[in-house]
């Protein structure tokens, strides 16, 4: 019984022990956790004021760019969404697609977000030309400030608050993200799809993963911009490599995100196209397989090397490099998709800066964590940071090629006055240079010059725009032998002038407004554009 009662008393004892120890373990087990959980509570906590500040500066970021990018910011968005909501029966001419169309090599669903805008203004009868230009890039600017924030948000799990700062900071100084991130392009909306995504991505340590939410705005992006998939390879090969259910990764996530995205597309395709057509397939056919991008020009292999991402990282590069350097290993997997993108489209001959912009964010995180490491010097580098990128954001943004919508001002006054049905405006300078109805929204009668790429594999095609541009005093005087063939305005770059003056003499234009472009003229692109009206 004293046995007994001895080992009953040391079992007694033990107990509160035994608590203690899985208090304790507990305590261990669950630290991780709580840390996240303060780091969500704080993320939380912040994110309203953040993102409050983030869309202010985004919305003073978009009304600070006032310049033309490149055609396709209105062209492949704003003009196919224009033509969509507000195209006349009665007037064919109202609204212009170009040649990609025809061949099925684009989609409905990007052009479909600003159609819907546009209907919604239409319902309104807010649908002021003002309001069709600018209404679009601002829900541009907020989606840019959701994505900033995510950005933050993604760093801040992974790391802590201080570093968090460092890439918010770099994100926001970055003189390409700020001239890029409000423009209508498919290449800003796939940018700021991979940021959504990448805070999804199962990167070791991240407590937001989520394989369905990352797989479906990576397939969204594909959607909108089917070369989305080239930076996306390598991140989801390796997610694949390391996660141990592949068969449920396949089966519950692949296939049906993928049936599901690729479903919807086809369906909004095949209602504007009235035919069946997967966009997809053509483009990565027309761009990749065949490369016939090389007819709006070709670079050497090394460009985006020496030139591209340099560009658009600025003053950001020795930072990314640094940065690539102190960063962690979990974030090579980070570098080696920004190599493998820029290596593939390296192997492309038509090359654009903006081509190469969803791996900025990427580089922004190096960056980040680089400057958070200089200690001493972090003040005096986030100042260089900021400096350094305000004059090009400023330049690009305010100056350089702003002529291109300016001069769309000059077009819609005809839009105000009873001359509206006589007007006929001709704009002779490179195709594409400016907008189109988009920015004038009434159905006046309007041409460019044109220059779709031959499909038919015929070695002497000329398009119009070479064709004019070879002999543009002879074109002209071919082209309207009648008087009565003449447009009442041509909008040409100053370039041109001098070329075509007899015929501007002989045929009674006289010049009614000068429009400044560029500081830096080239080729048929002048310093100024200039308007000129027919007396008669």
Same mark, same amino acid.
């Given at each position: ?37 303060q780091?969500?509570a704080?993320a ?25 990018? !490149?055609? $396709? ?10 033509r ?41 009868? %807010?649908?002021?030309?003002?309001? =069709? ?9 907020v ?18 608050v201080?570093t ?13 993200t700020?001239? *890029?991130?409000?423009?209508?392009l498919?290449?800003? #909306? ?13 990167i070791?340590? *991240? ?5 369905? %939410? ?27 490599? @390391?996660? @141990?259910?592949?068969?449920? =990764? ?7 995100v993928?049936?599901?995205? !690729? ?5 909004? $395709?095949r ?6 057509v ?10 990749v ?13 090394h ?19 640094h ?5 962690? %290993? ?16 390296s ?23 680089s ?8 003040? *005096?580098?986030?100042s ?16 350089h ?5 300016d ?20 704009? #002779? #300078? ?13 159905? =006046?009668? #309007? ?6 790429p031959?499909?038919t ?5 000329i $398009?119009?725009?070479?064709l004019?541009y ?11 032998y009648?008087?009565?063939l ?24 006289? %010049? ?25």
């Amino acid at each position: 019984m004293e046995a007994a009662g001895g080992l009953l008393a040391r079992a007694r004892a033990r107990r509160p022990e035994a608590v203690r120890l899985r208090k304790r373990r507990s305590v261990l087990y669950s630290a991780p956790g709580g840390a996240a959980g303060q780091r969500g509570a704080g993320a939380a906590g912040e994110s309203a004021p953040l993102l409050a500040l983030t869309v202010a500066l985004r919305t003073l970021n978009c009304f600070l760019v006032q310049t033309s990018f !490149v055609p $396709d910011e209105y062209w492949q968005s704003l003009e196919v969404a224009h033509r969509m909501v507000f195209k006349y029966p009665s007037r064919n001419n109202y609204g212009y697609l170009t040649w990609e169309w025809a061949n099925g090599l684009r989609g409905y669903s990007y052009p479909l977000i600003f159609a819907g805008i546009y209907k919604a203004l239409q319902l309104l009868a %807010k649908d002021d030309v003002q309001l =069709l230009i600018w209404v679009p890039r601002l829900a541009q600017a907020v989606l840019a400030a959701f994505a900033d924030v995510k950005l933050y948000s993604l760093v801040q799990h992974l790391e802590n608050v201080e570093t968090a700062k460092c890439v918010y900071f770099c994100q926001l100084c970055s003189w390409f993200t700020w001239y *890029s991130c409000t423009r209508t392009l498919t290449n800003t #909306m796939e940018t700021l799809l991979t940021i959504f995504a990448l805070s999804y991505y199962p990167i070791k340590g *991240s407590k937001m993963r989520s394989s369905c %939410k990352y797989l479906a705005l990576i397939a969204l992006a594909i959607v909108i911009r089917p070369t989305a998939v080239i930076l996306w390879i390598p991140l989801v090969f390796s997610h694949f490599l @390391q996660e @141990q259910r592949k068969a449920d =990764l396949i089966l519950h996530n692949c296939i049906p995100v993928g049936l599901i995205t !690729v479903g919807t597309s086809l369906i909004i $395709d095949r209602v504007f196209f009235g035919e069946w057509v997967l966009v997809q397939l053509n483009f990565l056919k027309f761009n990749v397989l065949q490369n016939l991008g090389t007819f709006y020009g070709s670079h050497p292999w090394h460009w985006y090397f020496t030139q591209g991402l340099p560009v658009i990282l600025g003053t950001h590069l020795p930072f990314f490099i640094h940065g690539c350097v102190l960063a962690p %290993k979990r974030y090579r997997i980070f570098l080696m998709a920004v190599i493998w993108t820029v290596l593939v489209y390296s192997t492309l001959s038509h090359k654009e800066f903006r081509f190469i912009y969803p791996v900025l964010p990427f580089c922004m995180v190096f960056c980040g964590y680089s400057l958070k490491h200089l200690k001493a010097w972090k003040k *005096s580098a986030a100042s260089f940071l900021l400096l350094s990128n305000l004059v090009p954001a400023l330049y690009t943004g305010l100056i350089h090629q702003r002529g291109s919508l300016d001069v769309m001002s000059h077009i819609q006054q005809l839009c105000n006055n009873s001359y509206q049905s006589q007007a006929f405006v001709f704009i #002779m #300078m490179p195709c594409h240079s400016t907008p189109f109805y988009s920015h004038v929204h009434c159905p =006046l009668k #309007m041409r460019f010059l044109q220059c779709p790429p031959d499909l038919t594999g015929n070695e002497s095609y000329i $398009d119009e725009a070479d064709l004019f541009y070879s002999n543009p005093l002879g074109w002209l005087n071919k082209e309207f032998y009648n008087d009565t063939l003449l447009p009442s305005h041509l909008i040409i770059f100053s370039v041109l002038e001098q070329e075509i003056s007899s015929f501007l003499a002989l045929r009674d234009y006289e %010049k009614t407004a000068t429009v400044f472009h560029t500081h830096v003229p080239q080729g048929r692109v002048g310093s100024h554009i200039y308007v000129y009206r027919r007396k008669t």
